[in-house]
T-cell receptor
């Protein structure tokens, strides 16, 4: 069975500082990994995904994530936080290419301090 | 292009009443999903359809919950009778096999 653990339900960073949101997964097969963002009162929007190939994945809004098999991790980073990045971020794993069996983490709420 | 469209956006109902949530997936998508989001349990997959056929409903919490997809452009999630613990945000999402899942903006349900 697949599972996702997001460390830290709430992360605060200063504007301009590095954003690091942690995600560890468990999967019995090579996983497909996703980061979604949810702005207040909105649905989830895909930030980036890893399927195969290059382990460093770039997404929208300057975010990127690196798949590290040895660490079973897929941490999300952004070099410089903007106020507009304040949102909740969800890591998800799928064991199918079709990604229709997504298992989500509990989410990490990112606050950006001016 | 229009995204996944859900209605109603907000619903407040009394315990025991029937609740029907509606979803119009993105045109051409062959998968449709219903998720529930709560503070306690996070995001949970309730049920998903492929080509209008329910494939996995193991996430549906109780018999009070039912979902239908009569055609490729419409799905409903029904709760009858509703209970306060059903209060949550219900998301509909759709995808084309092998591609990104797109979420609607959610239906915020409060059962009092």
């Amino acid at each position: 069975a697949q599972s996702v653990t997001q460390l830290g339900s709430h992360v605060s960073v200063s504007e301009g500082a590095l954003v690091l949101l942690r995600c560890n997964y468990s999967s019995s097969v090579p996983p497909y990994l996703f980061w979604y963002v949810q702005y207040p009162n909105q649905g989830l929007q895909l930030l980036l995904k890893y399927t195969t190939g290059a382990t460093l994945v770039k997404g929208i809004n300057g975010f990127e994530a690196e798949f590290k098999k040895s660490e079973t991790s897929f941490h999300l980073t952004k070099p410089s936080a903007h106020m507009s990045d304040a949102a909740e971020y969800f890591c998800a794993v799928s064991e199918e290419a079709g990604s229709y069996q997504l298992t989500f983490g509990k989410g990490t709420k990112l606050s950006v301090i001016p | 292009d229009a995204g996944v469209i859900q209605s109603p956006r907000h619903e407040v109902t009394e315990m025991g009443q029937e609740v029907t949530l509606r979803c119009k997936p993105i045109s051409g998508h062959d998968y449709l999903f219903w998720y529930r989001q709560t503070m306690m349990r996070g995001l949970e997959l309730l049920i998903y359809f492929n080509n209008n056929v329910p494939i996995d409903d193991s996430g549906m919490p109780e018999d009070r919950f039912s979902a239908k997809m009569p055609n490729a452009s419409f799905s409903t999630l029904k709760i009858q009778p509703s209970e306060p613990r059903d209060s949550a945000v219900y998301f509909c999402a759709s995808s084309l096999f092998g591609n990104t899942i797109y979420f609607g903006e959610g239906s915020w349900l409060t059962v009092v």
